[in-house]
């Protein structure tokens, strides 16, 4: 599967139950969705999802069971997304993933009022792993001003958490600009502990129960989505040659067996192309651009191909193709992000 499915629901369905292994996340397109959940103090709160809003997000992106219960009030449709492709969508979308940090903040501000009120007699969910993932999504992606406003957001709203030398650590790299640190160790899930005394004492426990790796680093590094995540780290850290050599690698292997592995040699082919764009090998960039649009005419990445196509033709001082080019890129959805404004902007640059 390439991209998301859309799922149609009676009204009353259960999209999933509180308690259920957490696997896919949720975008509400038509309809009406409820989610029930138990708070920190035993009480059950109802809340509405809204059209256009995700939900199921965290406890798929922690692996952890789900916490609450979304049934469907009216017919409804929904768009249904794996974690990878979900962390692919929002990779480049960056008011979806500010707009997730502040309802991250938000619940952690619940969280920590209720448990000053009933100190000893509740254990906090722990929304923590959640902000750093979505920090270090920014941050291996090169997105360095946002990476570093979500790890200001962790320190400034989760202070004493089991996180904080590593966010400040990471704030300070990518307020800098410098590169995704290659030898940091994997970002794993911990739980906050509990203590019956102070809130402070509660927050500083350490988890007891065993960590479980966060979805960007559980690949196994001998495998294909390992090899991929290993070239994309050394990308980020500007070894090109070295990144480019298993890209290239990846692109041309067929013992692709799951769809991650087959997920991971598009990505490799795509990213062998943005890998010869930083080198301003504009010839090779656009035959690896024309490989992955050849192999995958509706693949993820098809925009971003054309895009590139357009750039290394204005390199290249072909100015009609990347005008061509350029008109191919906002006639292609999304009509509202950065990529087709800038296309945009090109096209009247050229004229």
């Known amino acids: 599967m390439s991209g998301p499915i859309v799922r149609n629901y009676k009204s009353g369905s259960i999209v999933y139950f509180e308690k259920d292994k957490a ?7 038509k309809g009406r969705v409820i989610l029930t959940f138990t708070s920190v103090n035993g009480n059950e709160l109802k809340e ?3 059209l256009g809003e995700f939900f199921g997000v965290k406890s798929a992106l922690g692996r952890y069971p789900r916490e609450e219960t979304a049934q469907i009030v009216g017919d409804a449709s929904v768009l249904v997304f794996r974690i990878n492709e979900f962390e692919k969508f929002v990779s480049n979308k960056t008011h979806l993933i500010i707009k997730m940090l502040k309802v991250f903040s938000s619940q952690l501000r619940q969280v920590h009022r209720q448990l000053r009120e009933i100190l ?8 923590s792993y959640e902000l750093m993932n979505v920090a270090e999504v920014f941050y291996k992606n090169g997105d360095y001003d946002h ?5 200001q957001q962790y320190i400034k709203h989760y202070p004493t958490g089991a996180y904080v030398k590593r966010a400040q650590e990471l704030y300070d790299a990518s307020s800098k600009h410098q590169p995704y640190p290659i030898n940091i160790p994997a970002l794993t899930y911990q739980q906050e502990g509990s203590s019956p005394n102070k809130l402070e004492e509660m927050l500083k426990a350490p988890a007891t129960q065993p960590k479980i790796e966060a979805s960007m680093a559980a690949a196994d590094p001998n ?10 780290t050394l990308m980020n850290a500007n070894q090109l040659d070295e990144a480019g050599k298993l890209f290239q690698d ?39 651009m ?22 290394s033709s204005e390199k290249l001082g072909e100015k009609e193709k990347a005008k061509t080019l350029y008109n191919k890129v906002t006639l292609l959805s999304p009509a509202d992000d950065s990529m087709t404004s800038k296309a945009k902007v090109k096209m009247k640059e050229l004229a």
């Open 48 to 50: 509405d999802v809204r």
């Open 23 to 29: 696997e896919d996340i949720y975008v509400l397109q």
């Open 147 to 151: 990476a570093a406003y979500a790890f």
């Open 250 to 288: 990846l692109s041309s292997r067929e013992d692709s067996t799951t769809q991650d592995d087959e997920k991971s040699v598009e990505k490799a082919i795509f990213h062998l192309g943005l890998i010869k764009f930083k080198k301003e090998a504009y010839d090779e960039t656009f035959s690896a």
């Open 290 to 311: 024309s490989n992955y649009i050849k192999k995958y005419p509706k693949g993820s990445y098809l925009k971003e191909c054309i895009y590139h196509l357009a750039m």
């Open 223 to 232: 495998s294909i989505p390992g090899i991929f995540q290993k070239a994309q």
């Open 120 to 127: 000893g007699q509740g254990e906090a969910r722990n929304a």
